[in-house]
């Protein structure tokens, strides 16, 4: 990986902001907003929100684990930072882009690297339909939410609700509902990538359902639009004998 100049940001919590101090007396670095590199040190929320900060900007992102598990990060260490950076591999991230409606004909747009899931706001079921590129593919599902996952968000939310993980190469999306009352025993589906996802909420006022894309919440949501976002492709670094690929491999094999 060829750089010049690189940015140090970490997480408020003490060791993360300790290993900043170490790391910034040993290394030159700048602004993020003037690097070609940023160095996060955090756990894997930090890196989401790392991620999300300066996306637009383009700039390539390699994380070290000071949280706890670290799905999205390297392990830490203050030695040979420069040496490892260029070895380090890119995996392009391929966000999706949600359009949501609220009952009271408000819009909100939002990217999510992870996942868009919608949620019931109150005791009572949602009831969702579901179409895909415009098709109606289910009239109504009763449950307590669905969630469309990328394959970096798929050992995420979507793994804990019992969807399937996605190797990063597989050009799929991961359609996960989350405890489905009925059809109690659909398990979800897989999607091409470019796939057009409609959920419209049925009887929104009596089973009100927030929309969330990765940190965003907008509450209220009578329909949701999904797709893969265009032009926006964040960048991820690792060790090349800890890649995002290999640990997604890894993952599948966990007992």
């Not at 003037?34 to 955090?42: K, P, Q, R, S, T």
């Not at 030695?79 to 359009?99: F, T, V, Y």
């Not at 329909?223 to 964040?234: A, F, H, Y």
Request: charged share 25%; glycine share 8%.
């Amino acid at each position: 990986m060829d750089f010049n100049n690189i940015a140090l940001v970490a997480d408020d919590h003490p060791d993360a902001s300790a290993a900043l101090k170490a790391l910034a007396g040993r290394y030159d670095h700048v602004s993020p907003g003037e690097a070609d590199l940023i160095v996060a040190m955090g756990g894997d929320g930090f890196m989401l929100t790392t991620l999300h900060k300066y996306m637009g900007q383009g700039t390539p992102i390699f994380g070290m684990n000071l949280g706890s598990i670290g799905f999205l990060m390297n392990a830490f260490s203050d030695e040979n930072l420069l040496g490892r950076l260029r070895k380090a591999e890119p995996i392009e991230l391929h966000p999706l882009a949600m359009r949501a409606t609220t009952s009271d004909g408000d819009e909100h747009t939002a990217l999510a690297i992870n996942e868009v899931s919608l949620l019931r706001e109150l005791r009572l079921a949602a009831k969702i339909r579901i179409k895909v590129d415009e098709i109606v593919r289910m009239e109504e599902l009763i449950c307590d939410g669905i969630l469309i996952s990328t394959p970096a968000g798929s050992t995420a939310y979507n793994l804990s609700a019992y969807g399937p993980i996605l190797p990063l190469g597989a050009g799929l999306l991961a359609l996960t509902p989350i405890s489905a009352f009925r059809p109690r025993r659909w398990r979800g589906a897989l999607l091409p990538q470019k796939t057009l996802i409609n959920f419209e909420v049925l009887d929104p006022d009596l089973r009100p359902v927030s929309a969330v894309a990765d940190f965003t919440e907008v509450r209220n949501v009578v329909e949701v639009e999904i797709r893969e976002s265009s032009g926006v492709r964040p960048t991820l670094l690792f060790d090349p004998e800890h890649n995002l690929e290999e640990r997604i491999l890894k993952e599948q094999f966990q007992p």
